[in-house]
Nanobody
Framework: QVHLEESGGGLVQTGGSLRLSCTASGRSFSSYSGEWFRQAPGEEREFVAGILSGGSTTYSDSVKGRFTISKDNVKNILYLQMNNLKPEDTAVYYC?????????WGQGTLVTVSS
């Protein structure tokens, strides 16, 4: 059974940095794409960043230039480096991995940015 676990969330001040990790276990991923989403209180879940199996990346306009998505294909870990954090980045962050039309989700990790 595939399990994704996010880690690295926490409380940080405005302008600070955090690195989220999403570790996959239960199967070996050979060619996967990954995405990060977030959901703020009272809001819908929104796309944050994505990375294709070949390494191409895409970002939402709200995080472009501040966040960087990457992945370690050997360790099956998806990362999200978040710099210059703002209070509006406060949300639960979820990772998703997709391979061969199978999509897997983590349980989320809370990021709180204080002003």
């Amino acid at each position: 059974q595939v399990h994704l676990e996010e880690s690295g969330g926490g409380l940080v001040q405005t302008g600070g940095s955090l690195r989220l990790s999403c570790t996959a276990s239960g199967r070996s991923f050979s060619s996967y794409s990954g995405e990060w989403f977030r959901q703020a209180p009272g809001e819908e879940r929104e796309f944050v960043a994505g990375i294709l199996s070949g390494g191409s990346t895409t970002y939402s306009d709200s995080v472009k230039g501040r966040f960087t998505i990457s992945k370690d294909n050997v360790k099956n870990i998806l990362y999200l480096q978040m710099n210059n954090l703002k209070p509006e980045d406060t949300a639960v962050y979820y990772c998703s991995l997709t391979e061969a039309n199978f999509e897997f989700w983590g349980q989320g990790t809370l990021v709180t940015v204080s002003s």
